[in-house]
């Protein structure tokens, strides 16, 4: 069983930056893969970015490859998600996930086995 619990959300202008940081319980942090989730009212939960076990690779979406980055500190239980040139179409719920990292399925929602509460993302224009 692994706990997630987000935090780093906020209010930051267009072009901003802000570091989100997703904490996990467990002794078993280093053998999940970890994902960043977004979500918007009436809409499906997007994938953002997702960084395997060993940190040894890393994935984004589109929209936000060269503005966000993804990291973990395995001796930390955390990982993070570094977000830059912050835009009005990043406003969202971000969630961090878990998966065990033998399974596949890194883009997916649906592949990942625990969630964190969410926390809330606004950028102003």
């Not at 990291?71 to 878990?98: F, G, W």
Request: glycine residues 10%.
């Amino acid at each position: 069983q692994v706990q997630l619990v987000e935090s780093g959300g906020g209010l930051v202008q267009t072009g901003g930056s802000l570091r989100l940081s997703c904490a996990a319980s467990g002794r078993t942090f280093s053998s999940y893969d970890m994902g960043w989730f977004r979500q918007t009212s009436g809409k499906e939960r997007e994938f953002v970015a997702a960084i395997v076990w060993s940190a040894a690779s890393t994935y984004y979406a589109d929209s936000v490859k060269g503005r966000f980055t993804i990291s973990r500190d395995n001796a930390k239980n955390t990982v993070y998600l570094q977000m830059n040139s912050l835009k009005p179409e990043d406003t969202a719920v971000y969630y961090c996930a878990a998966k065990s990292h033998l399974s596949t399925g890194l883009r997916l929602a649906a592949g990942y086995d625990y969630w964190g509460q969410g926390t809330p993302v606004t950028v102003s224009s």
